[in-house]
């Protein structure tokens, strides 16, 4: 939901089809927004407002699309990966911020997000495992974030970084 506005309304179909209610709603499948050519996302397609600038999107398939005018028009950001972004995070206090998941398995960073092409740096730490199962950015500090992880070692469930996503400090040990 559109912070400034409670009537603008941003939803998804599995596989990618992402929608959009200018009316709060009330009329469903109002405007199809998912970017042409895309192609198939995940079931749950992660998709993210900047709270910025709120007519900015970014949609992640195995590419990541940026969108300024609320999904009316799309530009691919990145490169085509040989794997589908399961996770994207913004940070709301530095939209230059971003860290995205691919395939529940690595991720990756980057602090121009805000580039037409921006520059992503793979993030080997090892005290990440996967499945990756979510990543946020603090509201309150544009370097913070959390990223957790399932699976079945009790020692890699959560953990921290106070750089941005470059470090991940582990929270439950």
């Not at 709603?25 to 900047?50: K, M, Q, R, V, W």
């Not at 609320?70 to 589908?84: C, E, R, V």
């Amino acid at each position: 939901i559109q912070p400034s506005n409670k009537d603008v309304i941003y939803y998804s179909w599995q596989g990618g089809g992402i929608f959009r209610s200018d009316s709060g709603g009330t009329s469903a499948l109002e405007s199809y927004i998912s970017p042409p050519n895309s192609g198939d996302g995940l079931f749950f397609t992660p998709f993210i407002l900047d709270k910025q600038n709120e007519n900015r999107l970014y949609a992640g398939y195995r590419k990541i699309f940026r969108s300024n005018d609320k999904g009316d028009t799309w530009n691919a950001i990145t490169d085509s990966l040989p794997y589908l972004v399961s996770k994207l995070a913004l940070s709301t206090i530095n939209n230059q911020q971003m860290i995205r998941v691919i395939q529940y398995s690595w991720i990756d960073r980057t602090a121009n997000a805000l580039a037409a092409l921006p520059t992503f740096t793979f993030v080997n730490d090892t005290d990440i495992a996967f499945p990756i199962t979510n990543v946020v950015f603090s509201e309150r500090n544009a370097t913070q974030a959390l990223l957790t992880m399932g699976g079945y070692n009790p020692n890699k469930k959560v953990v921290y970084s106070n750089d941005g996503g470059v470090t991940w400090i582990p929270l439950n040990t």
